[in-house]
């Protein structure tokens, strides 16, 4: 019988004898293998974390002791040994468990992560609140990576963390790597570490830290006699551990970068498993990364920045071909932004692409930095509208909403490949403030997307078909799919269909001629219905003293779960059925 067959709980790991542990090791890799292969998921983070997470449940008594993983992308084990192992082939399927730790789903995820860098923060809070209350035995540890305690969050925990007693210990798993190569000085730093040439003061026990490590995060034996340890010790912790993204896979290990999310793979071989060499249209990210190298060959100032998404984002590409002029600045959006908006200070061209989800982290920089001071920073906003499996956390939803309400903002949204070229190559040529561009991850519509650029004036939407009482108004990719609707639905011409374009400035004289031409107007946006762009309408409906409904199709009030993204637009009631039942009542 497999150790791991007697295991739902961490009690029962506890009942596990220390040798008999690297076994259990073994069978967990091959578990989490065998349904990442046909499920798909964050693959090489929890390969890496398999022996370490044992020993932590094997040493602490969670989940009365409080254990944080940082980002979460590493969970896997820590969710299959506390009862989730049952579940875990719905991992980041619609309805079954996410793919991140979450406080809904079970005891045992102390605090909810998907984003980096917070667990610090979050571990320090929890110890102080358990030192309030009198509960001086309570252990409180956070797992954080090489790459995200490099951010700034992370640096203010342990920068507040170092001046107290409050009993937490920080394990530092270092592999250098985040889902792309770590960067920076304190990599470097680490690296050094590593190699015994670091300089005599450690930067963790200038903070105040008890430091300890480095020691082989793969080694069980080790690990849980330096947990035992760190138990008996006061106050602030670090324990440094070396471990190997993807351990147990060859591939995994070889190409830690492709095999972070690897999609369908074999599980005996561990090869990718092809996927459909059919020609399609690019992904969006592509199209950017290809469009900024081609136009920063012409434009001398032409500036990429990414903060740790070079490959995501196809930043890549540039860093590349031009890489004096393309920056992986790491987990750090807030730095991200205003160092575009210093260049942009300086006559710079700064493009600077982060993830929706992510610009959320630098919204006081957008607003102070950037656009208080209308510097001419292009926002490449990659993943915007609903991301699919990896679920609240990552959902791109809310920055039309959160960006409208910012003067000297503009906000576009390319309804395919090349109104995203063009609106790269209309921002570099010169605008007096600056812009967001939004973009889905994923595919676009266009095989023949690299033609000659064109300019595109501010503010205009595109009338893409004239009707006769039903205005639809798109923002986006999604229009793609209102105008497949339309084909099917509208044999008498009754619709028209306007691509939007510009949330900000919105094309006025556009939208108060529909308002004058059509007895209906919808709007359908892949973001939140609350200031979207829906909402943009309305107000200057109500401006202009029009009595005319607008139905506005996006997301409720509500956050979104994990699912495909077609079964997510079908929850949302943003999928071409639900428009499709409506047009019907109104037709």
Not at 85 to 102: A, D
Not at 368 to 395: M, S
Not at 515 to 538: C, F, P, Q, R, W
Request: net charge negative.
């Amino acid at each position: 019988m497999k150790h791991l067959d007697k295991i739902n709980l961490p009690e029962d790991l506890r009942q596990l004898k220390t040798a008999d542990l690297p076994q259990l090791a073994k069978e967990l890799r091959t578990f989490i293998i065998d349904i990442v292969a046909t499920k798909e998921g964050h693959l090489g983070a929890s390969l890496g974390v398999v022996e370490l997470t044992i020993a932590l449940h094997y040493v602490y008594n969670t989940p009365l002791d409080k254990l944080i993983w940082d980002v979460g992308h590493q969970a896997y084990v820590h969710k299959i040994l506390t009862g989730r192992k049952n579940l875990f082939e719905t991992n980041r399927q619609m309805g079954g468990i996410s793919g991140f730790p979450n406080r809904r789903e079970s005891i045992y995820d102390d605090f909810g992560t998907g984003h980096s860098s917070t667990s610090i923060s979050a571990i320090l809070g929890m110890a102080i609140a358990s030192k309030i209350k009198g509960d001086k035995d309570r252990q409180h540890i956070a797992v954080i990576g090489d790459a995200s305690i490099a951010s700034g969050m992370a640096f203010e925990g342990l920068n507040h963390a170092g001046v107290t007693d409050t009993n937490i210990l920080i394990i530092l798993n270092d592999n250098a790597i985040g889902i792309d190569p770590s960067v920076g000085a304190l990599k470097k730093y680490l690296t050094n570490v590593k190699k015994g040439t670091a300089k005599e003061e450690n930067i963790f026990e200038c903070l105040n830290f008890d430091y300890s490590g480095p020691i082989d995060g793969h080694d069980i034996t080790i690990l849980i006699a330096e947990l035992e340890r760190l138990k008996n010790v006061k106050g602030p912790k670090l324990l440094h551990i070396i471990t190997t993204k993807g351990k147990g896979l060859l591939q995994a290990e070889a190409d830690q970068v492709t095999y972070h999310a690897p999609g369908k793979f074999d599980k005996l071989t561990g090869d990718l498993i092809p996927k459909s060499t059919q020609e399609g249209p690019p992904k969006y990210q592509d199209v950017f990364g290809h469009s900024i190298v081609e136009l920063a060959k012409n434009n001398m100032h032409i500036i990429g920045i990414t903060p740790a998404m070079p490959t995501g984002s196809s930043l890549k590409y540039m860093m590349e071909q031009i890489p004096d002029r393309a920056f992986d600045v790491g987990i750090a959006e807030q730095h991200a932004v205003t160092m575009a908006a210093g260049m942009a200070a300086e006559g710079l061209v700064p493009f600077c692409n982060i993830y929706s989800t992510f610009l959320q982290r630098a919204y006081d920089q957008v607003i102070h930095d950037v656009a208080l001071q209308k510097l001419p920073v292009i926002f490449c906003l990659d993943r915007a509208g609903l991301v699919g499996q990896d679920g609240a956390t990552h959902h791109g939803v809310y920055d039309i909403a959160y960006l409208r309400c910012i003067p000297n903002m503009i906000i576009f949204a390319p309804m395919n490949e090349m109104e995203l070229r063009n609106i790269m190559y209309t921002a570099q040529l010169g605008l007096d403030r600056p812009i967001a561009i939004r973009y889905p991850r994923g595919r676009g519509v266009l095989k023949d997307w690299k033609q000659p650029f064109q300019k595109i004036t501010i503010g205009t939407a595109v009338e893409l078909q004239k009707g006769t009482k039903i205005a639809v108004l798109s923002l986006g990719h999604i229009g793609n799919s209102i105008k497949e609707l339309l084909k099917d639905v509208d044999s008498s011409r009754k619709i028209g269909h306007y691509n939007m374009r510009f949330v900000k400035p919105l094309d006025e004289k556009m939208v108060e001629m529909i308002l004058e031409n059509y007895e209906h107007i919808i709007t359908i946006e892949d973001g939140s219905k609350i200031g979207g762009m829906g909402s943009a309408v309305l107000e200057f409906s109500n401006l202009i003293g029009s009595n005319k409904k607008i139905k506005i199709f996006g997301i409720d009030d509500t956050f979104i779960e994990h699912g495909t993204v077609d079964e997510l637009q079908a929850l949302c009631n943003i999928d071409v059925l639900s428009l499709k039942n409506y047009i019907h009542e109104l037709y």
